[in-house]
């Protein structure tokens, strides 16, 4: 059941199968109020959300006493600095509705109340709500489908996960036939921030993927989302149902916004300092402090791979191989089990090292032979020999390869080195 009063100014939409339409006064605002009880039916609550009051026919007036609707100062931007500061407003929890326009005026006599004959449908009546006062508002994401990625933490989690599935759709990414923009809302810690971003979702059409803990949150999302026919996935779910499933224990429902400071964290700290302090062959004498040590010719990563893999909370070392500049003797007395060798093809390394002189301010006149393919292909020559002379360096080659691939080859090949499995993994004890 729906009424709407223009006197209460109110109007409720119970989803609850066992529970009848109720009127509410607003007294803050003039418009009206769409409430419907969130998650749990045994102990329903109410969220109350600004909507715009049923249509009433309106006599106009003559065209001589027409009034210029007013215009606000706010209105005259950049549409794009109007769509951004929608977006942060959204973002933030705050009201992105703006004064409505006198043609949408609730001009009807106040005493009479307003019974609607033909009661709408809720997802009819929740329609009005996606009813915007601008018609860009209907356009903010253009050049591409939007994917809203909602978390009560920092958002990493759905942020991985939407980019690793995207990688699935390169094929038409790339070409731009199924571009795609993706727009990440973090901290959203009640649920007046999660349907105001739901409601632009609605009015964008976008996807909502949601990582949310709180089995309240996740439930009052997905209503929201079927009351105004948004696409929504909850991405913990599954993971989480089947980790409580085999534990026997129910999760916490708590978020993980904020890294606690755990000796984990120190120990990733840890680990960063060391790796920045030995990067590119610095102080070999602490090389064996080092869980890995990254060994290659100049420009085969190995800085952002060691810094990559220092986030993780491992220590790294890297040494520079250089034609005619021998060793540090300190690589060869260290555990030769967590060395890797890293290489790369000749062709690649060349068009690399002649975008680097070339941010550097190197003239690329033959002044200098880093980028000559003759120099690069004794130099990778030079180094394909020593790593033949230590078998035990597992070499890795990089030529196309993201950090990331990288990084877990090094690391499984570590662990598994580390601790004799049969079948290669990488193991952590919580």
């Not at 923009?181 to 007046?192: A, M, V």
Request: some cysteine; charged content about 25%.
């Amino acid at each position: 059941m729906i009424v709407v009063s223009p006197r209460r100014s109110s109007v409720v939409v119970d989803l609850s199968p066992r529970s009848a339409a109720t009127t509410f006064p607003s007294p803050r605002s003039p418009r009206s109020q769409l409430l419907f009880p969130l998650a749990d039916p045994q102990n329903p609550r109410f969220l109350s959300l600004p909507c715009v009051p049923a249509q009433q026919d309106v006599t106009n007036p003559p065209d001589g006493e027409m009034e210029e609707p007013r215009r606000d100062w706010k209105s005259k931007g950049s549409p794009k600095l109007s769509k951004w500061s929608r977006a942060r407003s959204i973002r933030y929890g705050r009201r992105t509705h703006r004064p409505s326009s006198p043609e949408r005026a609730d001009s009807s006599d106040p005493e009479t109340p307003v019974a609607v004959a033909d009661r709408p449908s809720p997802a009819a009546f929740a329609s009005l709500l996606l009813q915007s006062d601008d018609e860009e508002e209907a356009d903010v994401v253009s050049g591409g489908k939007a994917i809203y990625m909602v978390s009560d933490g920092t958002g990493w989690t759905a942020e991985y996960t939407v980019n690793t599935a995207l990688g699935q759709f390169d094929h038409c990414l790339g070409n731009r036939t199924c571009a795609v923009q993706t727009h990440i809302f973090s901290g959203i810690e009640d649920e007046g921030q999660l349907l105001e971003v739901i409601k632009q979702a609605a009015r964008v059409g976008a996807l909502v993927l949601y990582t949310l803990a709180d089995p309240n949150m996740a439930e009052s999302a997905n209503h929201a989302c079927q009351l105004w026919g948004v696409q929504c996935a909850n991405i913990l779910a599954p993971t989480t149902a089947a980790i409580a499933a085999h534990l026997g224990v129910n999760p916490s429902g708590i978020p993980r916004g904020k890294a606690p400071l755990t000796k984990e964290y120190f120990r990733r700290i840890d680990a960063i300092e060391f790796t920045i302090k030995q990067d590119d062959g610095a102080l070999p004498e602490n090389l064996h402090r080092a869980d890995i040590v990254l060994v290659g010719v100049s420009r085969t990563g190995k800085t952002p791979l060691s810094i990559y893999l220092a986030q993780k909370g491992y220590k790294v070392a890297n040494v520079p191989v250089v034609m005619g500049v021998p060793l540090p003797q300190h690589l060869f007395e260290v555990d030769q089990d967590k060395i890797f060798g890293l290489t790369i093809k000749s062709s690649v390394l060349q068009s690399i090292r002649k975008a680097r002189e070339k941010t550097l301010g190197f003239e690329s006149d033959g002044s200098t032979n880093y980028s000559r393919m003759i120099h690069v292909r004794e130099e990778l020559d030079y180094c394909g020999r020593i790593f033949a002379q230590n078998p035990r360096w597992p070499v890795i080659e990089v030529t196309g390869k993201a950090i990331e691939e990288t990084a877990a080859v090094v690391v499984r090949t570590y662990h598994d080195r580390k601790q004799k499995h049969s079948i290669p993994r990488i193991s952590r004890r919580y």
